[in-house]
C-alpha cells in the first residue's frame, strides 16, 4: 500500500529554488572558469592563430558552463529532493508535459547553436582563416609583407621551401618571430595533413592541391610538426620540431640553407604550387 504524504507540510516551489541554485551556480562557475582556467587552455600563445584559438576556447567552455551545472545541479537536486523515502512505495504524480518549458527550451537552445554558429563565422574571417587551411583562394588575406613558405607532404616527411630565397628546400621548418608566414600546403603522393600544434595551424596535404594558411609567431620557441591524416605504415613517423626564432637568426639559418643545399637544388623542380612527381604511386 502506498504511503500517503505527510499532513500539513507544504511542497516548495521546486523549479524557484532550482532555478535560484542554478543561477547562483552559473555567476559564481563562469568567472571562475574564464579567468582561471582560460588563460590555460590549449593550445597556448604561440602566434596570433593560436591565441585566438584560445580565445575561441575559453568562449565556448564559458558558454558551455552553465549548460554543465543546469545537468548536475538538476541531478543533484533530484536525488536529494526526490529520492525514496524508506518504508513505503509511493507513485509520482503523471507528467503530461509543459508547453512553456519545451518552447522555452528550444528557444534556448537554438540561441545557443546559432550564436555559436555566427561567432564561429566571424572569428575565421576575421583572422584570416583562424590558422586552417583556406584552398588555393583565401576568402581574406593579411595586408601587408608575408613570408612565402611552401610545405610540401610526401611518404613520410615534411621539406619546405622558400621562394623568395630562391626556391631553396629544407628538411626543416624555421620561422621568423613577428612575421606574418603565408604557408602553401601540397602533397606528392597521398592526402596528409601539416599539423603545427603550438602555432595553432593544421592544414590537409593534398596531392595537386594548393591549400593556402596564415600564420604570425608572437614568440621565439620550438613547435612540434605532426602529420595528423593517416598516410600510410610510417604515418606515426612523420614527426619533427620547427623553431621560432629572431629575425636576424633566421636570416643567418636561410642562407646557410642556401649554400648546404644547393647541389640539392640543381636536381629540384622549379617552384610551383604543387607538384606531379613519377612514379605517381607510392608504396603504405
Keep these: 500500500m502506498a504511503a500517503e504524504p505527510h499532513p500539513g507540510v507544504a511542497e516548495p516551489n521546486h523549479a524557484r529554488r532550482f532555478t535560484a541554485i542554478w543561477l547562483i551556480a552559473?555567476?559564481?562557475?563562469?568567472?571562475?572558469?574564464?579567468?582561471?582556467?582560460?588563460?590555460?587552455l590549449p593550445p597556448g600563445h604561440g602566434s596570433e592563430q593560436a591565441s585566438g584559438h584560445v580565445t575561441?576556447?575559453?568562449?565556448?567552455?564559458?558558454?558551455?558552463?552553465?549548460?554543465?551545472?543546469?545537468?548536475?545541479?538538476?541531478?543533484?537536486?533530484?536525488?536529494?529532493?526526490f529520492r525514496q523515502p524508506p518504508g513505503g512505495m509511493l507513485e509520482g504524480p503523471a507528467i503530461r508535459g509543459d508547453a512553456r518549458i519545451?518552447?522555452?527550451w528550444i528557444v534556448i537552445t537554438s540561441a545557443l547553436v546559432l550564436s555559436l554558429a555566427a561567432y564561429g563565422t566571424v572569428r575565421l574571417l576575421a583572422d584570416n582563416g583562424a590558422g586552417s587551411g583556406s584552398g588555393p583562394t583565401p576568402l581574406t588575406v593579411p595586408k601587408g609583407h608575408k613570408l612565402q613558405?611552401?610545405?610540401?607532404?610526401?611518404?613520410?616527411?615534411?621539406?619546405?621551401?622558400?621562394?623568395e630565397y630562391g626556391g631553396v628546400e629544407t628538411t626543416h621548418l624555421e620561422l621568423p618571430v613577428n612575421q606574418m608566414v603565408e604557408m602553401h600546403v601540397t602533397s606528392l603522393d597521398v592526402i596528409h595533413s601539416f599539423w603545427a600544434y603550438q602555432l595553432g595551424v593544421k592544414a590537409d596535404a593534398n596531392?595537386?592541391?594548393?591549400?593556402?594558411?596564415?600564420?604570425?609567431?608572437?614568440?621565439?620557441?620550438?613547435?612540434?610538426?605532426?602529420?595528423?591524416?593517416?598516410?600510410?605504415?610510417?604515418?606515426?613517423?612523420?614527426?619533427?620540431?620547427?623553431?621560432?626564432?629572431?629575425?636576424q637568426a633566421f636570416e643567418t639559418w636561410i642562407h646557410q640553407q642556401e649554400t648546404t643545399m644547393a647541389p640539392a637544388k640543381k636536381v629540384l623542380p622549379p617552384y610551383a604550387h604543387t607538384y606531379s612527381p613519377e612514379p605517381t604511386r607510392r608504396a603504405g
Aim: charged letters at 10%; glycine letters at 4%; a negative charge.
Design 149 to 163: 613558405v611552401q610545405v610540401i607532404a610526401q611518404q613520410w616527411a615534411f621539406t619546405y621551401r622558400y621562394p
Design 56 to 81: 575561441d576556447n575559453t568562449v565556448l567552455l564559458a558558454m558551455a558552463t552553465p549548460v554543465l551545472l543546469l545537468v548536475l545541479v538538476y541531478l543533484i537536486y533530484a536525488v536529494i529532493n
Design 26 to 40: 552559473s555567476v559564481i562557475a563562469t568567472p571562475l572558469v574564464v579567468f582561471l582556467l582560460g588563460p590555460e
Design 207 to 247: 596531392p595537386g592541391v594548393d591549400n593556402v594558411l596564415f600564420v604570425k609567431p608572437t614568440k621565439e620557441e620550438t613547435f612540434e610538426v605532426h602529420c595528423s591524416e593517416l598516410c600510410g605504415i610510417w604515418h606515426g613517423y612523420m614527426f619533427d620540431h620547427g623553431h621560432v626564432v629572431s629575425p
Design 102 to 104: 519545451q518552447t522555452t
